[in-house]
């Protein structure tokens, strides 16, 4: 089957990184292509030699509105479509506009790019729920290559859980399906020994291992995910993020995430992300 990624999302979000990344894996890529252009690409596509195709669109793109009828007619024909939705908070973008000293496209006259900023996420809020939704306000463009580089290792078929670790002291990602806040359970930041380790280190998980209450969170976050999971598979989501947070994201929410990834890797494609590890 001929499999199509749509980049989409907000400017300054990192489009560009993920259709690079998307190149580097060996699908055939179209930048900022017209969303009128969509219903020509299944006709290409099945006499086409390539059988990866991935094509960015954004917010300057013609009838954008057209875009989730353009999708469905194109599984219509049998197309492995997949959504990337690159999204960021505002602080994040504005910073990266003025690093680069770039002009928003959508900057008109008098208006601000925090104005001009919130007139796109408006323009394109209809357009997170067509696939998977990706926060990259504290990724880094390695950080981000990675993960586009998961999700397209992964078969697309069915539903895929994604856990992520975050600390809260940096904000609640943008992307979550599901927050879990994991700051109550013992830190191992007050640990001398502990505190420059991560949830990936051994002697984090004992410490945290040892704690009754850290299994009783682990069992009832996931006893609720077992119970709820198959009403998401019903409703053919693509995707399910579950963000679990503790204060700073390196020792609780981290040795979570893994914990989690263990239990459901055996019945569900799963993938793991640590928004604050380097």
Request: with cysteine; proline share 3%.
């Amino acid at each position: 089957m001929k499999q199509l990624i749509i980049v989409t999302g907000l400017s300054g979000s990192g489009k560009s990184i993920a259709l690079r990344a998307l190149e580097d894996s060996g699908y055939y890529c179209i930048d900022n292509l017209p969303a009128t252009m969509l219903p020509n690409i299944s006709a290409h596509l099945n006499t086409d030699e390539h059988d990866c195709v991935a094509i960015s669109i954004d917010s300057r793109s013609a009838a954008i509105e057209t875009l989730p009828a353009h999708i469905a007619q194109l599984k219509a024909h049998n197309i492995d479509t997949q959504v990337l939705f690159l999204e960021s908070n505002v602080e994040t973008l504005v910073k990266r506009f003025s690093e680069t000293r770039r002009k928003h496209p959508l900057s008109r006259g008098s208006a601000t790019l925090a104005e001009s900023i919130a007139l796109e996420r408006d323009m394109l809020s209809s357009l997170g729920d067509l696939g998977h939704v990706i926060d990259t306000s504290f990724l880094s463009a390695n950080t981000l290559r990675g993960w586009v580089k998961d999700i397209v290792a992964i078969e697309h078929t069915g539903l895929t859980l994604l856990f992520t670790s975050f600390g809260f002291k940096y904000g609640i990602p943008l992307d979550a399906d599901f927050v879990f806040d994991v700051r109550c359970l013992p830190n191992p930041h007050y640990d001398p020994v502990l505190r420059e380790l991560t949830g990936l280190d051994a002697k984090v998980g004992t410490f945290l291992a040892d704690h009754e209450v850290v299994k009783e969170m682990l069992k009832d976050i996931t006893a609720y995910l077992e119970k709820w999971l198959p009403c998401f598979v019903l409703d053919n989501r693509s995707y399910l993020t579950v963000a679990i947070g503790c204060t700073g994201g390196q020792h609780r929410s981290v040795y979570m995430v893994e914990q989690l990834r263990q239990r459901f890797k055996g019945t569900q494609k799963v993938l793991a992300r640590h928004r604050q590890l380097k």
